[in-house]
């Protein structure tokens, strides 16, 4: 494989894009983990019933824009539904509880989802009006569809940086992620809040999974491939703060995808090509994690942790 | 000549916008029971974490017995023999009353990577922990879990494991908190005759109790300590009595 | 003589763990040896998660992967020709203590949720370097050789003899486990767990002792794991796979944690049920999903908690 300008300048896009996937998932866990103090393994099995009801939909209506249209609302009910049922007697847990009670819901929502679809992984094919290329640069063509995730990722950004700084809401979620206590002391519908924001997490995830369809594999077990990368993000950027998980997100998103195209060929200038063959992958998948174990290391509290939490 | 025991210089903490400790010199002179007072909000707290360990300050530095322990950790100055106990209640509950105490026994003596011997076997332990929980009056309660002995046996039980570790300090962060006025009394009555043995660091709200027992006291307010004497020296300093009672104190 | 509620559980449960193989001979269901020797080897695992977990608070997700690798300790050696079970057994404890030590040097600078991510990430890794071993078959695993062997009369192909060893370690962990947890080693565990900021004012210094436990914890899961492969004997990566971790730690909340004891039980009731679900449906899991959830929420001193009652509050 020749190293090519072009070809890192493809990796770096799908870096990028592999970023924004992992900030839409990373957002709302960090804000449930900030906020509500609460540790949900299940945020990706919000990001499967995306996925699979996108597809679905996008069966049923034959518009992949209605379907992940429809998807959205669709799984932000299952969020607030299940939060209702059976994670608000979790908060006042020790994070113990919360693990196991969440894994118990990660069995549950994969053999549901196993029994209406089956455990095979399912395809959706990509919209036709992104199917094609985009030219980023004369001689390099990009996937319309991944530059297209690139762009609600920024504009998910945004709209979040305005909920958060500009409006009433994002001002107690700030307030909540700072200090839950005096939050809730100063006469805040704490309930109402927790269920907004878990269903906020809810929706994003439910993007995040409609958007997966045409380019990941859809199957049971999906959420669960994603969240411990996602973890490592909100390790990384801090608990509890947007910014970080934007932050976090781009840099995991880049170093596994970069790690994975590169490392092999890298390590080969320096070992035996055979010996780098072996190597290269098991070490591009440790990257992330290394960068994680780094990061508790010398900075536990991430690289922007909310404010007033360190 | 009186030999200082812990020494303070300059101990400095911010919190955001917010400087809990402003450069806090305090000298305690070994047997001597120094009482640190001061109204809600002036830093005790974060001194107290300070000096046990639990906080690092952003500049300054303590000695204690001669060595600089800014650097050590909570379980380092207490096996140098720095002791405390907690404002509110910190014990292990889920064990009993002489459990706790032979705990603290054990992390004092060390050599705890035994892994056969039953430690609730081990006279070492067991005799020194029941000879402390008389002392502080709760010897008929060794059995009890601590779970469930009163509030105020509580804190005895505090005591006594701080005790236990045969402390050359003694740091108390409001020992008779939440005391009704009959255990309060019993509690300065045992601060009052430990205090000929061991020289104490006293963090109090209750006057009465600062009073009896302080042989100096030492007065903060907004991270800074503004006076430090004896009890009559600081009742009737002009800075204390602005602090405290505001502009016209009458005498 | 004071005989206590836990010893007379222990008892029967070890008699009657104990007679399987015979009763099974007797009525000719020799399926069942192979089914409770399944069962205890999971509650080795079980047992050695509670040390750290149950009595040391420390919230490991990523106890699969000591088993995984215990496993590969057994299947490599074989893969080239060297079955000498002692060698084998002897690879497998210490490279799980050994990786314990740096999983757990590396994690217990954390505690709370970061512990518990960072636990889980790096049996990941683990995982995904089990799969990219594409000599040792990948992410397809590889069938076992041929089991451990001790020469002598233990040979691990009779199914009683491999079940009675299985017996005697799983005694073996209970009695060693029980006086560990008693011990000045354990006495400064639990104390760690029940109040870190106490035991720290005391004089503890918790790391080291904390750091111990997960190395030990870590080596038995190994072993577990070399008896796992035998009794399977076939390995993938998927032992190491995080929701391993989590099935295990659910024997060790079903059975009641902190108890020793109650793992066991946990790991014969949910296998007991996982095969009872799995005969009626093969969509069982949507069944055990929410069972956990369940026990979390009401039983979360387990079924040795129930059966011991108010009698085991003595601390």
Do not use: C
Request: overall charge positive.
């Amino acid at each position: 494989m020749t190293v090519t300008v072009a070809l890192v300048l493809e990796q770096t896009l799908n870096g990028l894009q592999y970023g924004v996937m992992l900030f839409l998932m990373a957002a709302g866990l960090t804000l449930v983990f900030g906020i509500m103090n609460f540790v949900n393994l299940a945020h990706g099995s919000l990001y499967m019933v995306g996925a699979y009801l996108a597809t679905a939909f996008a069966a049923w209506s034959g518009s992949f824009v209605l379907g992940a249209a429809l998807a959205l609302p669709a799984t932000l009910l299952v969020g607030i539904v299940v939060e209702v049922v059976a994670l608000r007697t979790l908060y006042e847990r020790d994070h113990l509880d919360q693990v196991l009670a969440t894994f118990g819901l990660i069995l549950f929502f994969n053999e549901l989802i196993a029994i209406i679809w089956g455990r095979a992984a399912i395809y959706t094919s990509l919209p036709p009006f992104l199917g094609g290329h985009i030219r980023v640069l004369p001689g390099v063509p990009y996937p319309a569809y991944r530059a297209g995730i690139i762009l609600v990722g920024v504009a998910v950004a945004v709209l979040l940086w305005v909920l958060v700084t500009r409006t009433r809401l994002g001002m107690r979620i700030r307030a909540g992620a700072s200090n839950r206590t005096m939050v809730s002391a100063l006469g805040v519908n704490i309930r109402l809040l927790y269920t907004l924001v878990f269903g906020l997490g809810a929706a994003l995830a439910g993007l995040a999974g409609a958007m997966a369809g045409p380019i990941y594999a859809v199957q049971p077990g999906m959420g669960e491939a994603i969240l411990i990368q996602v973890f490592v993000v909100i390790v990384i950027g801090g608990i509890g703060s947007i910014r970080g998980a934007m932050v976090g997100a781009i840099v995991v998103g880049m170093a596994d995808t970069l790690g994975r195209a590169f490392l092999k060929p890298m390590l080969a200038t320096v070992i035996s090509p055979p010996a780098a063959d072996k190597a290269g992958p098991a070490l591009a998948s440790m990257v992330i994690y290394l960068l994680m174990a780094a990061v508790l290391f010398f900075r536990p509290e991430g690289l922007f942790p909310a404010r007033g939490r360190s | 000549m009186a030999e200082t025991l812990l020494a303070v210089r300059g101990l400095s903490k911010r919190f955001g916008g917010l400087l809990a400790s402003d450069r806090i010199d305090l000298d305690v002179v070994r047997g001597e029971t120094h009482a640190i007072i001061g109204p809600n909000g002036a830093g005790k707290t974060t001194l107290i974490g300070q000096l046990a360990g639990d906080l690092r300050p952003d500049a300054g530095a303590i000695r204690f017995a001669g060595r600089d322990v800014t650097g050590f950790d909570a379980p380092l100055r207490s096996r140098l023999g720095l002791a405390r106990s907690f404002q509110i209640t910190s014990i292990f509950r889920d064990f009993s009353a002489l459990d706790n105490v032979a705990l603290a026994v054990q992390a004092h003596r060390g050599g705890n990577f035994r892994f056969w011997r039953s430690a609730r076997d081990e006279r070492a332990l067991r005799e020194p922990a029941r000879v402390v929980l008389e002392s502080v009056g709760l010897g008929a309660r060794a059995g009890v879990l601590a779970a469930n002995l009163a509030h105020g046996e509580q804190r005895q039980l505090e005591i006594a494991m701080a005790l236990a570790t045969e402390p050359r300090l003694l740091l108390l962060d409001e020992p008779v908190a939440g005391m009704g006025l009959d255990e309060s009394q019993q509690m300065v009555r045992f601060l009052g005759a430990l205090k000929r043995r061991i020289t104490i660091v006293l963090v109090e709200h209750d006057m009465d109790a600062v009073f009896s027992l302080a042989d100096r006291i030492s007065v903060m307010v907004y991270g800074r300590i503004i006076a430090t004497g004896t009890p009559p020296e600081v009742r009737s300093n002009a800075e204390v009595r602005r602090a405290y009672l505001g502009e016209d104190a009458t005498p | 003589m004071l005989i206590s509620r836990r010893t007379i559980v222990l008892g029967v449960a070890g008699l009657l763990l104990a007679l399987v193989p015979p009763i099974a001979a007797l009525t000719n269901q020799p399926f069942y040896v192979d089914l409770f020797r399944r069962m205890m080897i999971f509650a080795i695992a079980a047992v050695s998660l509670d040390l750290i977990l149950g009595y040391g608070g420390m919230v490991s997700f990523g106890h699969a992967a000591y088993l995984g690798i215990g496993a590969y300790a057994v299947g490599i050696p074989a893969f080239h020709g060297i079955d000498n079970g002692f060698l084998q057994w002897s690879l497998a404890i210490v490279t799980s203590a050994l990786t314990a030590l740096v999983i757990g040097a590396i994690s217990l600078r954390t505690s709370g949720v970061y512990f518990i991510m960072i636990t889980l990430a790096f049996a990941q890794m683990l995982y995904y370097l089990g799969i990219s071993l594409e000599t040792y078959g990948g992410d397809n695993g590889m069938r076992l050789a041929a089991r451990s062997k001790f020469g002598g009369p233990i040979d691990l192909h009779q199914p009683m003899v491999f079940y009675y060893v299985v017996l005697a370690i799983l005694v073996l962990f209970l009695v060693l486990g029980g006086r560990l947890v008693e011990s000045r080693f354990g006495m400064v565990i639990r104390a760690a767990k029940s109040n870190e900021p106490r035991a720290r004012a005391i004089g503890f210094s918790p790391f080291r002792y904390k750091l111990t436990a997960f190395v030990i914890a870590g080596g038995a899961g190994g072993l577990a794991g070399a008896l796992l492969a035998n009794q399977t004997e076939y390995l993938t990566p998927e032992f190491m796979h995080w929701t391993r971790s989590g099935e295990i730690m659910f024997m060790v909340i079903l059975g009641g944690m902190g108890t020793l004891v109650g793992p066991v039980i946990g790991a014969v009731v949910l296998l007991l049920l996982e095969d009872v679900l799995s005969a009626l449906t093969a969509h069982w899991q949507i069944i055990l999903g929410p069972l956990l959830v369940l026990v979390v929420l009401f039983a979360k001193r387990g079924l040795f908690g129930l059966l011991l009652g108010a009698a085991s509050r003595d601390g």
